[in-house]
């Protein structure tokens, strides 16, 4: 209660700052993470904090409030959507530490036809990337892909930009990965129908800029079947141990979506208060399909393989320690929206883009594609661009906020160059130089976004 009274103080505080001011201090503000990222190398946490605090400060904001909406903001944030990746990361580690994500993988891969491996490493990726964070899902597949050009002597790049792209995709487009959660949250868009969309938008998305596009990217760049297998160690030893069946582990990747999408049926059609609807549309909460999942998953990918339970609860203590550094960033930036909120940035900038002769979807691509080329991280990008474009997401059909939604998603993974990490990831792995990698991994990673957003803007025009 008293952060809400010192933010509406804050508020007050700025009631008679110049709209001129405002938009110096949000520029001031946005230019400080900028620097901070890229010049300074500090680390994301500390540099949206800064600029959180220099914004407050120039938009007219006391000193001593300076960041209280920043707290605010981080621990609304944390508490909602944090707790989200906490039982998304539970998930992907038992996927993971089980071998049901190898299981669907080579399942997959043993039933498809060498031609028609580039599609099958993209089902794969987007399978098995629903619940995983981008970093994990390219670190589980580098290994399958180059088992897979190895085997079938075929270029790296012809199988790995249809993983890459899947993971890209669903890491931009689909909750619940950090960055549609941030912005679901920002813009108060339906998640149940953001999911629905970015599914369908995804799917299409992921065969342009994966299998399509890693044909002539394989011509134009030529990378020979790797001598050796990196993690193909892990993968052995990980085949010689009990996995869950195919059937099993991917029922698991699928179920909070499944019933995430039943409570948006529920209330589409309109049946929410009765008994079935009710039970849907509880089961249906994020949190609540999230938790039932993570629950089912301490049995069917744990105790049931023949895990005791302290191994089990070891293992989701362990899926806590990568994601800490994204939960103070993901907190962190909802402090920074917070803050553009409460002073009343947010407004006057959303009022200005209001005034752009073009439709707000293309104007939050656009935000965010300025802030993902200056900072190289997409959920920077993410984060800023939803508490810049929220107000302008007033007045919208539920379909056109969850479409902004994914606007920005979209936005948010183009051009991936030297100032993003996932940039020299995929070099190394793929042992390309910076020249190749520019040629492949950037240019997909702006194709998907291109075609995300001209896929959103079509949608548009019919829901």
């Known amino acids: 209660m008293t952060l809400h009274l010192a933010a509406a103080a804050a508020g007050d505080a700025t009631a008679n700052v110049s709209d001129g001011r405002l938009i110096i201090a949000a520029l001031i503000g946005i ?3 900028v620097a901070l990222i890229v010049w300074l190398k500090l680390h994301p946490f500390l540099s949206l904090m800064l600029g959180a605090g220099l914004l407050a400060v120039v938009a007219g904001i006391p000193y001593s409030d300076a960041f209280t909406s920043f707290t605010d903001g981080l621990g609304t944030t944390v508490g ?9 990361a539970i998930i992907g580690k038992l996927l993971i530490d089980s071998g049901g994500a190898d299981q669907i993988v080579d399942t997959i891969l043993a039933r498809t036809p060498v031609q028609r ?13 629903i619940p995983l964070f981008f970093e994990v899902g390219v670190v589980l597949l580098i290994p399958v892909v180059m ?22 995709a669903l890491h931009g487009l689909v909750p619940p990965h950090p960055g549609p959660l941030i912005a ?13 969309l970015g599914l369908l938008i995804a799917l299409p998305t992921v065969a342009i800029a994966g299998p399509l596009l890693a044909r002539p990217l394989a011509r134009w760049v030529h990378l020979d079947p790797p001598e050796t297998i990196l993690g193909s160690g892990d993968r052995d030893r990980a085949d010689d141990e009990r996995r869950p069946s195919f059937g099993l582990a991917l029922s698991v990747v699928l179920l909070p979506v499944v019933l995430m999408l039943a409570r948006t049926v529920a209330e589409t059609f309109t049946f929410e208060d009765t008994s079935l609807g009710t039970v849907l549309v509880f089961i249906g909460t994020p949190l609540v399909a999230l938790l039932v999942t993570a629950l089912i998953s301490l049995v069917a990918l744990g105790t049931s393989l023949g895990r005791t339970r302290d191994e ?3 293992l989701v203590g362990s899926s806590f ?6 939960l103070l960033i993901v907190g962190a930036g909802g402090g920074f929206k917070q803050t553009l909120v409460d002073s009343g940035v947010g407004d006057v900038i959303a009022s200005g883009l209001a005034d752009w002769p073009i439709s707000p979807l293309l104007a939050a691509w656009l935000v965010a594609v300025l802030i993902r080329v200056a900072t190289g991280s997409a959920t920077v990008a993410t984060i800023t661009a939803a508490g810049i474009v929220a107000p302008l997401a007033e ?4 379909s056109h906020v969850a479409l902004m939604v994914l606007a920005i998603g979209a936005g948010s993974v183009f051009l991936s160059h030297v100032n993003d990490a996932g940039f020299w990831l995929i070099k190394e792995y793929f042992k390309m130089t910076v020249g190749q990698t520019f040629k492949t991994w950037s240019l997909m990673e702006c194709v998907l976004s291109v075609t995300g957003l001209v896929l959103v803007l079509l949608a548009s025009l019919v829901v």
């Open 312 to 314: 089990v609860s070891a």
């Open 395 to 398: 007045g919208l059909s539920p």
């Open 147 to 168: 088992l897979v050009a190895r085997r079938s002597k075929v270029s790296m790049i012809l199988v790995g930009i249809p993983a890459l792209a899947g993971l890209s």
């Open 31 to 33: 230019v400080a993470i």
């Open 184 to 196: 679901i949250d920002a813009l108060g868009a339906d998640l149940g129908l953001t999911l629905g």
């Open 80 to 88: 909602g959507v944090g707790v989200l990746i906490a039982l998304g």
């Open 321 to 326: 320690l990568p994601i800490a550094g994204i």
């Open 117 to 129: 491996l580039p599609w099958a490493m993209a089902l794969a990726a987007f399978v098995i990337g």
